[in-house]
């Protein structure tokens, strides 16, 4: 193949996670709303029915479908399912930077705003109870911060024979920063408090947009 052929296949290439395909896709709502006239953030404590997390607290949000347009209308789309609202009760949605998950999955958080939170009325198939934070709280408290330790280990089949150093080859091992957001009998962690501290973070920020990462 010619030099002029591998550059023209790629000319109009627009870049992309490499594997992404492959990749589970969400995207969550980290929701804005007023209460006694304070900014509030809104969570959902997963039903208990649930397989996957259940008890778990979390944002409103789910997989993409192939009816979504973008990444966004599927924030809109599960917030509104999960919270029994009208689709235009969310307004002001925004982009925060997405997360790539190490298990196969792309996660694009969005701040959004809920204008009228008195008709909340959760889906009690995927929604245990819902609470919110004041917003004012979370901007005083630090979070508690944990470290998980990832250790890499091959299958038994793995060809050592083929690389330098093999069975003796450094893997590097991966550290992965937990925090821990605590209010009232409420556990905020995992990937939510993640979203959460890099949300709140951004606003401590004095530069504008959100430049920075967790």
């Known amino acids: 193949m010619h030099i002029e052929s591998v550059l023209t296949k790629f000319k109009n290439h627009h870049p992309t996670i490499l594997g992404s395909d492959e990749f589970s896709k969400f995207s969550i709502l980290l929701p804005l709303l007023k209460i006694n006239n304070e900014t509030h953030i809104l969570f959902e404590v997963r039903s208990e029915q649930l397989r996957r997390q259940p008890g778990e607290i979390c944002f409103p949000g789910g997989r993409q479908d192939e009816s979504d347009e973008t990444e966004m209308s599927t924030a809109i789309r599960e917030t509104s399912e999960e919270l029994g609202i009208s689709e235009h009760l969310i307004t002001d949605v925004v982009p925060m930077d997405f997360v790539v998950s190490p298990f196969g999955m792309v996660i694009y958080p969005f701040i959004g705003v809920i204008t009228e939170p008195d008709v909340i009325n959760p889906n009690s198939s995927e929604v245990g109870e819902v609470f919110t934070v004041p917003l004012s709280y979370l901007l005083a408290t630090e979070p508690k911060m944990y470290n998980i330790n990832v250790k890499l280990e091959p299958e038994q089949d793995f060809p050592f024979g083929l690389i330098v150093g093999g069975e003796n080859y450094q893997w590097q091992n991966r550290t992965i920063k937990e925090y821990f957001y605590f209010y009232n009998d409420k556990v905020i962690w995992g990937l939510t408090a993640k979203?959460?501290?890099?949300?709140?973070?951004?606003?401590?920020?004095k530069e504008e947009g959100f430049p920075s990462s967790p």
């Open 195 to 205: 979203i959460l501290h890099y949300f709140i973070e951004n606003l401590k920020n």
